[in-house]
């Protein structure tokens, strides 16, 4: 059964770089093909795609409000892969969530969701 | 970017109701459209997508319908387990991949 438990700091100060990861268990990201996403949700507030990328690394696609601060990478060694978001203000608070594509291209829905994680943006 | 606008935010309704969501592409998206369900606390959980199908295991008292820009989601007689927000998703450009803005599901 596959399973995605995001990773990182809680607390990040405002103008550094937030960085997660998510881990991938019950499937190994080099053998399947697929499409890895994040995606996030401030408090009380809907949901934001801020990018995906495919198993091997690319292509990828960022969500342009946000592509200037933006990398995702894959560690298919330890069936990872992870999110950096640098110069981070308060509006980046929000619980962050990786998740799986359906298909092996992004254009599909996002099947397999991590529980999320809370990261706020304070000094 | 595609915006999705759904309606209406919030709704209020009884065990036993038949409930209806709708969602609108600001352009035409075909059939590219997923459904999620989001309980408190919880990540959302796919339900729908090409507009109409089913994800396994979901009850067969959600359907959704619709193409081009108008979609939407029907429960067809509302279960405890039901009361959630739900999101509607469009996949047909992942430049972004867009959501719309959510519709809480509350007990009337």
């Known amino acids: 059964q596959l399973q995605l438990q995001e990773s990182g700091p809680g607390l990040v100060k405002p103008s550094e770089t937030l960085s997660l990861t998510c881990t991938v268990s019950?499937?190994?990201?080099?053998?399947?093909?697929?499409?890895w996403g994040w995606i996030r949700q401030p408090p009380g507030k809907g949901l934001e795609w801020i990018g995906s990328?495919?198993?091997?690394?690319?292509?990828?696609y960022y969500n342009p409000s946000l592509k200037s601060r933006v990398s995702i990478s894959v560690d298919k060694a330890k069936n990872q892969f992870s999110l950096k978001l640098s110069s981070v203000t308060a509006a980046d608070t929000a619980v962050y969530y990786c998740?799986?594509?359906?298909?092996?291209?992004?254009?599909?829905?996002?099947?397999?969701w991590g529980q999320g994680t809370l990261v706020t943006v304070s000094s | 970017d595609i915006q999705m606008t759904q309606s209406p935010s919030t709704l209020s309704a009884s065990i036993g109701d038949r409930v209806t969501i709708t969602c609108r592409a600001s352009?035409?998206?075909?059939?590219?459209l997923a459904w999620y369900q989001q309980k408190p606390g919880q990540a959302p959980k796919l339900l729908i997508y090409?507009?109409?199908t089913l994800e396994s295991g979901v009850p067969s008292r959600f359907s959704g319908s619709g193409s081009g820009t108008e979609f939407t989601v029907t429960i067809s007689s509302l279960q405890p387990d039901d009361f959630a927000t739900y999101y509607c998703?469009?996949?047909?450009?992942?430049?972004?991949?867009?959501f719309g803005g959510g519709t809480k599901v509350e007990i009337k």
């Open positions: 998740a799986r594509h359906s298909g092996t291209v992004s254009t599909t829905p996002l099947s397999h």
């Open positions: 019950g499937d190994s990201i080099d053998s399947s093909y697929y499409y």
């Open positions: 990328i495919y198993y091997s690394g690319s292509p990828y």
């Open positions: 352009q035409s998206i075909s059939s590219w």
């Open positions: 090409k507009a109409s």
């Open positions: 998703q469009q996949y047909s450009s992942s430049s972004p991949l867009t």
